[in-house]
């Protein structure tokens, strides 16, 4: 902690004070068991010491607070089965918007923009009797942060490729985002029906990649989809489905919820809307929320699908787009339910304060000024 008295060092090294003072005298300084030192001063005493220091940050209030929300153990009896959640991940156009489209029975991937997907989308729907969330990334070269930030919020990675085209590099990026995520992968070996697709170079390249398609022996499940016929999404959704059963997804519903902010926007006249995915917990109007820089009381929340329709509250691994932010969130941001508003304020003000003390290159200090004032 900074500034270092005399002693903080004490107890730190675990050194009589009158050691410590004895060295400063030795160096003209006359020093109290309170007088501060810099840190050139403290490490040249500890080297007298034959000790090194090393500088921590101190935890800061919301780290401390959220982290303690972060560190509640459920209880095995309090945890219910959650819906899976999926990320379509892969390279630019190989049908993934399509897919998901076809599987979910909606039709994004005709009204994008230049055909290309520019967000990170999410939808929770019911197949039967049970609920599945899916994520829709974009494959762009430029939208690096948002597939990383699908990944980390799925349960499995289902990368689209297109048998025309193969093994391309977000391909290769989205692999490795499912790796780092360390979460199972199913592959959509999509566009079978063109004249050009050539599933035996693209299983190729996957296994040059590390996967080992199932049927040439290895552990990958490779399911041979069109999304222009429909062949094929049948057994993608089975696959999917048996994977996610393997697994037993739980989470504990009756707790504050925590979720994460997948995208967010402010603009005049919608306000401020955050998208985003509840991963424990439930969430409901009029929940204190706070994520980043930003905090709020939650006003609404609309079905991602369809935004007439409102919800009340989001259980685990809903996906929901919520007003009552009083600024946009950062996206891949994790979100956490408080009970006093007052500190969900502070919080957020902390984390402004940090990042624009970042912005300027002075970080630190102001940590040191937060803790003592809200400890
Ligand atoms: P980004 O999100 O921009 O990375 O693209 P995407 O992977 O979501 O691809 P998208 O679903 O937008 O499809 C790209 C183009 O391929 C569209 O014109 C689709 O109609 C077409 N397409 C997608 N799947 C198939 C398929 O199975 N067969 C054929 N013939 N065309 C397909
Ligand atoms: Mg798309």
């Keep these: 902690q900074l500034p270092c008295t005399v002693r903080d060092l004490s107890e730190a090294a675990g050194v009589p004070a009158r050691d410590i003072q004895r060295i400063l005298m030795e160096e003209g300084v006359m020093a109290t068991i309170n007088t501060p030192m810099d840190p050139e001063l403290t490490e040249f005493v500890a080297a007298e010491l034959g000790m090194d220091v090393d500088f921590l940050q101190p935890e800061t209030l919301e ?13 095995e009896k309090d945890l219910q089965d959650r819906p899976p959640v999926i990320t379509f991940l892969g390279h630019v156009d190989h049908g993934k918007t399509s897919l998901l489209d076809k599987l979910i029975g909606i039709d994004v991937a005709s009204g994008e923009s230049g055909g290309i997907t520019q967000h990170i989308r999410a939808y929770q729907i019911e197949k039967g009797d049970k609920k599945i969330s899916f994520v829709d990334t974009p494959g762009h070269e430029a939208f690096t942060a948002m597939r990383a930030r699908g990944a980390n919020v799925t349960d499995i990675a289902v990368i689209v490729v297109a048998a025309d085209d193969g093994v391309m590099p977000q391909t290769e990026e ?71 059963e393997l697994h037993e997804y739980k989470a504990n519903p009756n707790r504050s919820a925590i979720g994460v902010c997948l995208e967010a926007t402010q603009d005049a006249d919608q306000g401020v809307q955050a998208k985003m995915i509840v991963e424990t917990g439930t969430l409901r109007i009029g929940d204190i929320v706070v994520c980043g820089d930003a905090y709020g009381r939650v006003r609404s929340m609309s079905n991602t699908l369809d935004k007439h329709q409102k919800m009340d509250e989001a259980g685990p691994t809903a996906t929901v787009n919520l007003t009552g932010f009083d600024v946009a969130p950062p996206a891949g941001e994790r979100f956490y339910v408080l009970d006093d508003v007052a500190q969900a304020r502070e919080i957020a003000e902390a984390r402004a304060h940090q990042t624009r003390s970042e912005f300027l290159g002075q970080t630190g200090y102001q940590h040191v000024t937060l803790e003592t004032l809200f400890d």
């Design 63 to 75: 780290d401390k607070v959220l982290r303690r929300l972060d560190e509640i153990e459920d209880d």
């Design 174 to 244: 989205a692999i490795s985002h499912a790796r780092a995520a360390d979460v199972p992968i199913v592959v959509a070996l999509n566009k079978m029906d063109l004249p050009g697709a050539d599933p035996m170079k693209a299983m190729t390249g996957l296994s040059q990649n590390g996967l080992q398609p199932s049927e040439w022996g290895g552990d990958v499940e490779v399911v041979k989809t069109s999304a222009a016929t429909g062949e094929g999404l049948d057994e993608l959704l089975d696959t999917i489905l048996t994977v996610a």
